[in-house]
């Protein structure tokens, strides 16, 4: 059973920088790729950014140029830099789990989810 547990979120004025993390345990071989998805109150969970075992990422258009995700396969860690933040960043983030080989960042293709953290974003 695959487990994640994010780290890293908290508050920051808008323009500065946080860094997230999701420890990944359990057989993740049928899980290919591995993603952020994030969910403000009264809204609905949107995907962020994605990454494949091959290394393919992809991004919502929102944060391209601004957001980074990466992988460590060998620590089984999943991270994202997040850089410029705006206020409308401002949401509980979600690690997650796929088995689709090639990225993607639609909520519905995404199995396993972590408890989420939380990143205020302030003006």
């Known amino acids: 059973q695959v487990q994640l547990v994010e780290s890293g979120g908290g508050s920051v004025l808008a323009g500065g920088s946080l860094s997230l993390s999701c420890s990944v345990s359990g057989d993740t071989d049928d899980f290919k790729t591995m993603g952020w998805l994030r969910q403000a109150p009264g809204k609905a969970r949107e995907g962020v950014a994605a990454?494949?075992?091959?290394?393919?990422?992809m991004y919502a258009d929102s944060v391209k140029g601004r957001f980074t995700v990466s992988q460590d396969n060998a620590k089984k860690t999943l991270s994202m830099q997040m850089n410029d933040l705006e206020p409308d960043d401002s949401a509980t983030y979600y690690c997650a789990a796929g088995r689709w080989s090639v990225a993607s960042i639609y909520p519905s293709f995404y199995e396993v989810w972590g408890q989420g953290t939380r990143v205020t974003v302030s003006s």
């Open positions: 990454i494949d075992r091959n290394g393919r990422t």
